[in-house]
């Protein structure tokens, strides 16, 4: 069989091609900002069905946590009460929804730290994952709260 004129290589037009490809690639990359290459985006196909914890969680204290349940509702523990709700996410932009708490009475310290995050949730405007950390942000780009994920 005969490979048609237009398919036939040489190993030196293959080495060209290669060098341009990694030409460009090293260009895209240089314009990117600092940092970027740590920094993805969210995409909720990734998180669907993915469990996160508190980056700050304490040894002696049940951990914060949000899970991804689908595309639409998260569900976790909160400090003292496990809570669920609703998301909506539109590239960086994070909305939570409807968010219900169950009602049990805990030490001051989880109730506290309850009452922060769930104001945290309802503050978020946008997230991101920096160097494989989940960081919900206000509208003005504060961490409201960081999670790692539950492995």
């Not at 219900?100 to 949730?121: H, I, K, Q, W």
């Amino acid at each position: 069989m005969k490979v048609p004129k237009i398919y036939q290589h040489t190993s030196a037009s293959l080495a060209w091609v290669y060098a341009l490809c990694a030409t460009t690639a090293l260009g895209v990359l240089g314009c990117l900002p600092m940092g970027a290459a740590n920094s993805v985006p969210l995409d909720i196909a990734i998180l669907t069905q993915s469990r996160w914890v508190d980056v700050a969680a304490l040894q002696d204290r049940k951990p914060v946590t949000l899970d991804f349940k689908d595309a639409a509702s998260v569900a976790g523990h909160a400090g003292c009460n496990g809570y669920f709700g609703q998301i909506e996410i539109k590239g960086e932009s994070v909305v939570f929804k409807q968010i219900g708490l169950t009602r049990m009475f805990c030490e001051p310290e989880s109730m506290d730290t309850e009452s922060r995050y769930v104001n945290a949730l309802k503050s978020t405007s946008s997230a991101r994952i920096e160097k494989g950390v989940l960081e919900l942000r206000d509208a003005q780009g504060k961490v409201l709260w960081r999670f790692k994920p539950l492995a």
